[in-house]
């Protein structure tokens, strides 16, 4: 049985080899926060922080992050990013945004003032169809503001 | 006071004859300009609940008891079901009920389509639901598919008759005509994709259905499904709180949700069913492919003498024929104008509506025909369309409610005079260019709609509507209308909206008419409670009374105000403009295509939301330029069965594809239009990019693109046919050797 | 299904049913499409060696490790740069890479191709704008691998748990008596790719977007001694090493013609910045 700690909580999970962690995030722990947009590991909406490292939960098995420190984005509700993409309109339907704040948390932890095109290099897996991106840029470049 | 009147209501350019009750619009306009809140940014007020991840979508929701479905569908682009047995469905553990065609209407043995409905089940779990349909036992008899649109108008395979609009005499106008062009121009199918997929949850609370759905139109959904099932409309509630996008394809209940109706009937349990990302992209909707052919006749100084045009929609199996031909006939005053526009019925997915349907197209066909013809006559695209603006609607003389499009020109003139610059930096390599095309379309929005507005003893306003916000920013809209007519601030108005049993009639969200729909309602409710509040004042002996010393003598009580959307002006024509200046550089060796630069002018009336605007118009040209580039649904051409069913193959523009945007609206309320002079701003955005852009690579190259997208291999074709072209003329201007 | 943690190469004794995952970007989704399954999965990331030493790039090294790394050629930085998406390359490996499937719709959909056993290429009268124009005649398919043509130009060997082969020889063009693309034997284990010293080299790539794309056309060109030694993605069912014909024995579809005139341009232009 996978055991995850899951934003500072820890989980024994009971499911069946081949369950997804978003499945898991969603399903039984309720985090719902944590969006599945495609299934097939193409949109980057489940981006979740695996040992914070952004992964797809929608293509990563739970039993193979057995052990593993996981943030999903109720573990970053506080985070200035979340403030700093309201602030920017850097959301529209906002059915992506969960998994845009985790990459863009990521980015700005290893590279707190990232270029434009560092930007565009670290967030381009994760798709937006309403277009907010030029928001997203933004709300990343002036995140401590 | 209330009247009934027969009036012509528009959604996404489709007009029909209605009778609605209106109530009289007696609110003067508010002065030009931004106020104090409205025309100021204001960051979307749930914001931080969908940025968090606390917002809870359908997609989200999980009711007690809940059975997940999953449907059978065809695999085939045309077949008919000749046997089905669903008994071994009912035998796989979790499997709660099944049904088969004819069970409920959406359910059918005919399939015109792959991805057509043809049986559901319903399961404990999604995973046992589609064991369950994996054990249907089903054979087909495979039938000849219908695929390319020009053989299905020679073969009459139409969804209804051909579509004949003309004005004047066009053969008189190309007779006259110094210079006369024809091209063909072809758009592909592209798909909405919204984030969250098409889904429902159906359950029966009694005598009453309740139906959670992401949709953009919870009364529509109340209605049809009322219809379907035969319940008395109130009899059917509607919730959406929050839903990840719908760009056109989420206004009606479609089969999903009668599936979960019928299931949740049979079970009398919570029924959830929701599309995978590959339905998505087989039975969730499309922007249609289109054949244009076209004809424009002018004077040697621009003026237009005629236009013509063949319009051949590839519906699919099922939809409407768009407007495609829309934009010729409104876009310029051109006296002699005539479209035939075939409605092609095809072994493909449905269309539907997709964020200004029709003019995408038509406005790529037209405006791309008209640099052409720029270039021939050696005139400058923007004083040729100058030359030929309309200063009525040229279909039938109407006057325009407000028309700023002229401004529009003006205020664009700083981005197209960087041409020159922007054209010299090419190389032999890397060529730049930059291309202009106009927008037109409807968002005028209409009655009915209606809110109310509760004031309470703590300041606070509460504005309730049964509409939706599909990430718009809508709500957040509302909310500055609300505090600026109860002169409070924003952050003391809440919304309450989504839910078809806790508010009143509200717009649909789709033909950009939620913002001019449901403000005017806004505004006249809270200027009802305004004036009930100012009276409360005078009783107090002073009319100067701050609004938060008058109610705070409310204590438990409240002041409610209603408000209902007055009619549009009689006789006008209510359109909204645009232009944009797209800058483009091409690799004339790989093809390769980066947009660099688009400018954006557009003419909305009184902009509410700065903020808000300023991100519609860039979703809407970098959705834009997904058409224009990267996105296209593919088929196989012998069987129809569609080939690019994920993410992965069919390509949205990433954040690395996005140009710089810079986006202006002129701003000035139209005098004719409600008591807000507001129009709405979801769809012009996406009018003309692609036209834009097609004409930018024209300026880099002189290749003419003449299809969407423009892939590499569309590029390079055009880029050679261009160079052949050249060497063509330079043989022919070359002096003849003795 | 279950999941089996390999602690020695020794200890993977895969059964016909195993299938080994370590990134899992590719067998995952592949799992749930139905297109791969499995009675046991053997989760070899506690066995393949990970990260970079001198010449030697472990093979469950991730994307994103290399692509961040200084120490390895340019060519195979680059194609890690521009290789799928910034989570995919978080977590796939460079074998899972080398050891991809093709993006072909029609594999991907399960269709009954040759690759998938049957008797056809639906491609070659179907839709293939984003096919093979080499040895195409089998099977149309076009090898996705970024990484696998900068690696082809690099010249590099792979090592696995049985022996040590050029790259080149890791593939295979699938035929009638064989489908498939790689030589490698049921459970053979990929476990480190070995560069030989490399002069300059860079990884050219053309694809419908600016990111998160797979090649349309990739062109590797490495220098090594004298010669220049070029190598493409996108363009055959394997990965292309250009021999002394280049491009002369294509042979292009009616629909992807426009493949070899990119093809031509890029190879041109990764010569010249071999030499500039």
Not at chain 3, 7 to 23: D, F, Q
Not at chain 3, 35 to 42: F, G, H, N, S, T
């Amino acid at each position: 049985m996978p055991e995850l700690a899951v934003n500072g909580h820890r989980y024994a999970v009971d499911a069946p080899v081949g369950t997804t962690l978003a499945e898991t995030l969603r399903d039984e722990l309720t985090l719902t926060g944590t969006k599945i947009a495609c299934g097939e590991g193409q949109c980057g909406a489940c981006t979740v922080l695996v040992d914070g490292t952004p992964v797809l939960s929608c293509i990563t098995l739970v039993h193979s992050v057995d052990g593993a420190e996981v943030t999903t984005i109720e573990g970053l509700r506080d985070h200035r990013m979340v403030e700093s993409f309201v602030r920017a309109d850097a959301l529209q339907c906002g059915f992506c945004t969960p998994g845009q704040i985790v990459s863009a948390v990521a980015l700005v932890e290893s590279n707190p003032s990232p270029s434009s095109d560092e930007i565009r290099h670290a967030m381009a897996g994760n798709l937006c169809r309403c277009g907010a991106y030029p928001k997203i840029e933004e709300a990343i470049r002036t995140w401590r503001d | 006071m209330a009247r009934l009147i027969r009036t012509e209501k528009e959604i996404e350019g489709r007009y029909e004859e209605v009778w609605i009750v209106v109530e009289e619009d007696v609110l003067e306009q508010w002065p030009p300009g931004p106020l104090n809140v409205v025309g100021r940014p204001a960051p979307r007020g749930d914001g931080l609940q969908r940025a968090r991840g606390e917002a809870i979508y359908t997609a989200d929701l999980r009711l007690n008891g809940m059975l997940h479905a999953a449907v059978l569908r065809s695999p085939h682009a045309h077949a008919r079901v000749t046997r089905i047995d669903l008994a071994p469905a009912l035998a796989v553990p979790g499997v709660h009920a099944a049904i088969g065609p004819g069970e409920t209407e959406v359910l059918a043995g005919e399939c015109g389509f792959e991805g057509a409905p043809i049986a559901a089940v319903c399961a404990d779990t999604l995973e046992q639901a589609r064991a369950g349909v994996a054990a249907i036992d089903v054979e087909f008899e495979l039938l000849e598919p219908i695929l390319d649109s020009d053989e299905a108008v020679v073969r009459g395979s139409l969804l209804g008759e051909p579509r004949v609009r003309q004005r004047g005499d066009v053969e008189r106008g190309l007779a006259e005509a110094d210079v006369v062009l024809s091209a063909e121009f072809r758009t592909s199918v592209v798909l909405h994709n919204s984030f969250e997929t098409h889904q429902a949850i159906v359950q029966w609370v009694g005598d009453t259905v309740e139906v959670h759905i992401s949709t953009q139109f919870i009364w529509g959904v109340r209605d049809e499904v009322a219809k379907g099932l035969s319940l008395p409309p109130d009899k059917v509630r509607v919730i959406c709180n929050y839903m990840g996008g719908g760009f056109g394809s989420k206004n009606s209940p479609d089969d999903y949700t009668f599936i979960a109706a019928e299931l949740a009937k049979r079970t009398g349990r919570p029924v959830k069913c929701a599309l995978t990302r590959r339905e998505e992209h087989l039975a969730a909707g499309n922007r249609n492919a289109t054949i244009q052919r076209l004809t424009v006749g002018a004077k040697e100084d621009g003026t237009l003498t005629a236009l013509r045009g063949e319009y051949v929609n590839a519906v699919g199996w099922g939809g409407w024929s768009s407007p495609t031909e829309g934009p010729m006939h409104l876009l310029y005053s051109c006296p002699n104008v005539a479209s035939t526009t075939y409605p092609a019925k095809l072994n493909q997915p449905p269309m539907k509506a997709f964020r200004a349907p029709g003019f995408v197209e038509g406005t790529f066909g037209l405006e791309a025909l008209l640099d052409e013809l720029a270039a021939k006559i050696g005139l400058d695209p923007l004083e040729l369309r100058r030359r030929n603006h309309a200063e009525q609607d040229p279909s039938d003389d109407r006057p325009f409610s407000g028309k700023n499009l002229v401004e529009c020109y003006r205020r664009a003139e700083p981005h197209w005079e960087r041409r020159h610059e922007v054209r010299a930096r090419s190389t032999d390599v890397v060529k730049r260019g930059v291309g202009m095309a106009s927008q037109i379309w409807y968002g005028g929005g209409g009655p009915p709609s209606y809110a109310w507005v509760r004031v309470g003893s703590d300041g606070r306003a509460t504005v309730v509507t049964a509409m939706q916000d599909i990430g718009t920013g809508t709500k957040t809209a509302m909310a500055q209308i609300a505090a600026e007519e109860l002169r409070i601030p924003l952050e003391h108005v809440t919304v309450s909206a989504g839910d078809s049993a806790r508010g009143p009639y509200a717009s649909i969200s789709a033909g950009s008419s939620t913002t001019p729909s449901m403000g005017p309602a806004v505004r006249a409710a809270a200027a009802d409670a305004r004036r009930q509040i100012e009276e409360i004042a005078e009783q107090r002996g002073d009319p100067d009374m701050p609004l938060g010393e008058v109610v705070a003598l409310l204590e438990d009580a409240q002041v409610l105000g209603k408000g209902a959307r007055g009619p549009n002006p009689t006789g006008m024509q209510v359109l909204t403009f645009g232009v944009q200046v797209a800058e483009v550089a091409v690799d004339v060796e790989t093809g390769e295509i980066w947009v660099e630069r688009v400018a954006a002018v557009h003419d909305v009336g009184r902009v509410i939301n700065p903020l808000g605007a300023s991100s519609q118009i860039e979703g809407g040209i970098i959705q834009g330029i997904g058409h224009t580039l990267s996105e296209e649904r593919l088929h196989d051409p012998s069987s129809g069965a569609i080939l690019t069913t994920s993410f992965e193959s069919y390509r949205l523009p990433t954040i690395a594809d996005v140009p710089e945007i810079v986006s202006e609206l002129v701003d000035v309320p139209d005098p004719n239009l409600t008591n807000l002079g507001s129009k709405g701003l979801g769809e012009p955005p996406i009018v003309p990019t692609a036209a834009a852009i097609a004409n930018a690579i024209r300026d880099a190259t002189g290749a003419e693109v003449r299809r969407l997208p423009i892939t590499r291999e569309e590029m390079l074709r055009a880029l050679r046919e261009a160079e052949q072209r050249q060497r063509e003329s330079e043989r022919s201007e070359a002096p003849a050797r003795v | 299904m279950k999941l089996r943690r390999a602690s020695s190469v020794a200890g993977l004794e895969p059964a016909s049913n195993s299938l080994l995952l370590a990134g899992g970007t590719e067998v995952v989704p592949l799992l749930r499409a139905g297109i791969l399954e499995a009675e046991e999965l053997i989760d070899v990331r506690g066995v393949v060696p990970r990260g970079i030493s001198g010449p030697s790039i472990g093979a469950g090294t991730t994307l994103a490790e290399i692509e961040s790394s200084p120490d390895v050629p340019d060519a195979l930085r680059e194609a890690c740069r521009l290789a799928a998406s910034p989570q995919l390359r978080n977590t796939g490996t460079l074998a899972g890479n080398l050891l991809q499937s093709t993006r072909c719709w029609y594999w991907r959909l399960n269709w009954p191709c040759r690759l998938h056993g049957g008797d056809a290429c639906f491609a070659r009268d179907g839709e293939h704008r984003e096919h093979a124009v080499l040895a195409n005649d089998y099977c149309a398919s076009a090898h996705p691998s970024d990484v696998a043509a900068a690696l082809l130009a690099l010249g590099a060997t792979v090592q696995t748990d049985r022996r040590s082969l050029p790259l080149a020889e890791l593939y295979r063009v699938p035929s009638e008596d064989d489908r498939r693309s790689t030589t490698l034997e049921h459970g053979e284990l990929l476990l480190s790719v070995e560069l030989p010293p490399a002069g300059r080299s860079v990884y050219l790539k053309a694809m419908e977007r600016k990111r998160w794309a797979f090649p349309l056309v990739g062109v590797a060109a490495a220098r090594s001694g004298d010669t220049a030694r070029v190598a493409l993605a996108g363009v055959a069912p394997v990965p292309w090493l250009l021999g002394p014909a280049g491009l002369e024995a294509a042979t292009p579809l009616p629909g992807n013609a426009y493949k070899l005139e990119i093809a031509t341009a890029l190879v041109k232009r990764a010569l010249a910045q071999l030499d500039g």
